[in-house]
């Protein structure tokens, strides 16, 4: 067995909705436990928009079992396809803006073919030092020369790219940034980044997973606004959407090839039928209600002032992802402990997730969360601090 530290050892737990609560309650109990407690806030999941358990969606989902199956029994060039497939997607398509919109069973295989298909062995991808997992991953499987430049830093990318067109200057590049770091809770300036790239001629991939349905006009995600000046976006329905699963956005040159050469695409189950219509199903409840991102970072204004107010570091950035940076692996799991002690789940990130020395804890606002979460936080965070 590989050896590690205690302090970096993961656990597996088990969680469920707490029985007997409202619908949509933000509570979660460990499952088969026999504690009488009401259960613990939830600031751990990335459901930001409170869908998962949305009757709307869960009745959508279970009509499109009933009608079409669980799962989809093939891939999607096979005989995976459903109704519900092409549906979602000429609906993300028009409310993005995209020539196209490709399905995929998860994020990180999306990502593994968006950057397989913007990247070769002739490439070379500069990406942000803080970008997913997955992204490197598709990097390390296109064959592409990596580099790295500081997390939002568009001084250091200019400089990468300008040294790069001197010595290679008709190479292919291909930038990689998100939109809203999943463990920093920070956002870079795609604007920006988009006209160095435009200067520069390289192409541009930004994974929306974390901003799509919270941030950006309507909650279409901050590559909105930019005029469709980048050249592929990912993103999930696994977080804000409430259901599972993952698309690609691009131009209809893109999505063909996607279609004709992708094996993410070819070699995997379609999307279950059920995810599928959920997800659809969260898609129009957005579209009806554009202000819940608003809200959700208004609110998310309000925990940062408070934790700061409970004399901690203001968290940056201004979504609903607001993390705790402590250090050492074994102070996040101390803190997590206590947190779930005073009713709150929020769980210690630690390296690799996130880099040496920074491990964290990684609180979620959610839309659905109640006043007396943020309060029962203060107080544990005040405690926490005049014990450290």
């Known amino acids: 067995m590989v050896s590690i530290p205690s302090a970096r050892r993961r656990q597996l737990r088990t969680w469920v ?65 459903r109704p519900v497939h092409s549906q979602l997607e000429t609906a993300l398509a028009s409310w993005l803006g995209w020539e196209r919109v490709m399905l995929f069973p998860s994020g990180f295989q999306a990502n593994l073919a968006a950057v397989s298909a913007l990247a070769n062995r002739h490439t070379t991808v500069l990406a942000d030092r803080l970008i997913h997992h997955s992204l490197l991953v598709g990097v390390q499987a296109s064959g592409a020369r990596l580099q ?11 400089q990468k790219l300008g040294k790069l067109r001197l010595s290679r200057p008709n190479q292919p590049v291909l930038v990689l940034t998100e939109s809203l770091f999943s463990m920093e809770g920070t956002s870079p300036d795609l604007q920006g980044l988009v006209d160095l790239c435009q200067q520069h001629q390289a192409q541009v991939l930004v994974d929306e997973a974390h901003a799509l349905g919270v941030l950006g006009p309507g909650g279409r995600g901050l590559t909105a606004s930019l005029n469709n000046n980048v050249t592929m976006v990912s993103a999930t329905f696994g977080k804000a959407f409430g259901s599972g699963g993952a698309f690609l956005a691009t131009d209809a040159e893109q999505g063909e090839q996607l279609l004709q050469t992708s094996g993410a695409f070819r070699y995997t189950t379609a999307l279950a039928p059920p995810l599928a219509a959920a997800a659809l199903a969260a898609l129009e409840l957005i579209q009806i209600h554009p202000h819940w991102g608003d809200d959700l970072l208004a609110r998310a204004e309000e925990w940062r002032d408070g934790i700061a107010a409970a004399g901690w570091p203001r968290p940056g950035g201004r979504g609903p992802i607001l993390p ?41 606002l959610h839309r659905q969360q109640g006043d007396d979460a943020l309060q029962l936080l203060m107080q544990a965070l005040r405690a926490a601090k005049e014990r450290r």
């Open 148 to 158: 790295r430049f500081a997390h939002n830093d568009l001084k250091d990318l200019r």
């Open 324 to 364: 705790l940076v402590v250090g050492e692996d074994q102070l996040a799991l101390d803190l997590q402990q206590r947190l779930e002690q005073s009713g709150l789940l929020c769980i210690a990130i630690r390296p690799p997730t996130v880099p040496e020395g920074a491990a964290r804890l990684r609180l979620v």
């Open 17 to 81: 909705p707490t029985p007997g609560v409202e619908q949509g309650a933000d509570l979660l109990c460990l499952d088969g436990s026999t504690n009488s407690a009401p259960g613990l806030h939830d600031l751990a999941s990335n459901d930001y928009l409170s869908l998962a358990r949305h009757p709307v969606l869960r009745d959508a989902a279970t009509r499109a079992m009933n009608e079409q199956g669980v799962g989809s029994g093939g891939s999607r060039l096979v005989s995976g396809s």
